[in-house]
T-cell receptor, first 116, second 112 residues
Framework: GAVVSQHPSRVICKSGTSVKIECRSL??????MFWYRQFPKQSLMLMAT?????????EQGVEKDKFLINHASLTLSTLTVTSAHPEDSSFYIC????????????FGPGTRLTVL | SQQGEEDPQALSIQEGENATMNCSYK?????LQWYRQNSGRGLVHLIL?????REKHSGRLRVTLDTSKKSSSLLITASRAADTASYFC????????????FGAGTQVVVTP
């Protein structure tokens, strides 16, 4: 149990286009999902906290108009990278926290975004 | 900014040896967690230790926590080639529940 999926696993797009990444909790409900970004050979940096039915909370330095987050249901959060540029190329990872077990986060497999 | 700093940055050992890595953090925590990441993959949760715990075991893993020194260590005993991965500590602080702050990571290579 406690599986989180992400789709797509890899995406290549042209500069200026928008890309949507989905994060789903497959066998549990999650009121909170988190989005992280990881550059090559670096650690994970939290971008935003996504709560079902409310606006996402962004970390300092993360542009909310650039990275649109929607948490429409207890099992799905989406991250849209708008007008992507090469510097947005990164590994994006989501995690989901089950309602009952607040200490635990389950991570998705990540999405590799390459912007040409 | 990152909460945790890890050392060493890289560790190369042979199968059967033990691997030890350390994590230091800056502020009070609720808990500290260790994760493993294989190259280009997502994170696998290894173990969670709460702020009122000092040591925890899970299989070949042993984690210690010293809140007075704001540090933790992860020991992998009898390492295997499959343990080759990056290992990250992550802290959860009282004023930002759920927002994990990750350390820089230790890259471990286990050679047969």
């Amino acid at each position: 149990g406690a599986v989180v999926s992400q789709h797509p696993s890899r995406v290549i797009c042209k500069s200026g286009t928008s890309v949507k990444i989905e994060c789903r909790s497959l066998d549990f409900q999650a009121t909170t999902m988190f989005w992280y970004r990881q550059f090559p050979k670096q650690s994970l940096m939290l971008m935003a906290t996504s709560n079902e039915g409310s606006k996402a909370t962004y970390e300092q330095g993360v542009e909310k108009d650039k990275f649109l987050i929607n948490h429409a249901s207890l099992t799905l959060s989406t991250l849209t990278v708008t007008s992507a540029h090469p510097e947005d190329s990164s590994f994006y990872i989501c995690s989901a926290s089950p309602i009952k077990f607040t200490d635990t986060q389950y991570f998705g497999p990540g999405t590799r975004l390459t912007v040409l | 900014s990152q909460q945790g700093e890890e050392d060493p940055q890289a560790l190369s050992i042979q199968e059967g040896e033990n691997a030890t890595m350390n994590c230091s953090y800056k502020t009070s925590i609720n808990n500290l967690q260790w994760y493993r990441q294989n190259s280009g993959r997502g994170l696998v949760h290894l173990i969670l230790i709460r702020s009122n715990e000092r040591e925890k075991h899970s299989g070949r893993l042993r984690v210690t926590l010293d809140t007075s020194k704001k540090s933790s260590s992860l020991l992998i005993t009898a390492s295997r080639a499959a343990d080759t991965a990056s290992y990250f500590c992550a802290t959860d602080t009282p004023d930002s529940w759920g927002k994990l702050q990750f350390g820089a990571g230790t890259q471990v290579v286990v050679t047969p």
